[in-house]
């Protein structure tokens, strides 16, 4: 068993209260692994942080990390349009014991309207 520690930063536009981004992580050979709502329904205010720590039991080799997703989930209404924000960071860490590897990043990225998946493949 091994544990992901997942990192989220916000940029200059945040995530809307109602809105909410989950977490997914497809391990080889196996389905995809949700983490619905992440960053919980409260929204995140520009230059927030939500670090959280993920159990995978399944996870015992970094090799086995084919990709992960941030998937952008928006509340809309009558009033209200589609939510937009910018995600400024993610970090996302195995952790065996004591050693630290980051198994996946990566910088800037907008969410917006039809563009609501952001995934992100480990290093060669």
Known sequence: MATLEVTLKTGSDDLRGGSWADFCVKLQNRQLKKF???????GLRNGSNVTKNLEI????????????????????????????????????VLRFGRFPLVVAEHGAHRFQGNSRLLTIYPPQ
């Not at 619905?36 to 409260?42: K, Y």
């Not at 399944?58 to 924000?85: K, M, R, V």
């Open 36 to 42: 619905p709502e992440f960053t919980g329904r409260g």
């Open 57 to 92: 039991p399944e996870l015992s080799d970094p090799n086995q990390i084919e990709y992960c997703q941030i998937q952008h989930i928006s509340q809309e209404g009558f009033a209200q349009t589609a939510d937009n924000w910018n995600l400024d960071k993610v970090q996302v």
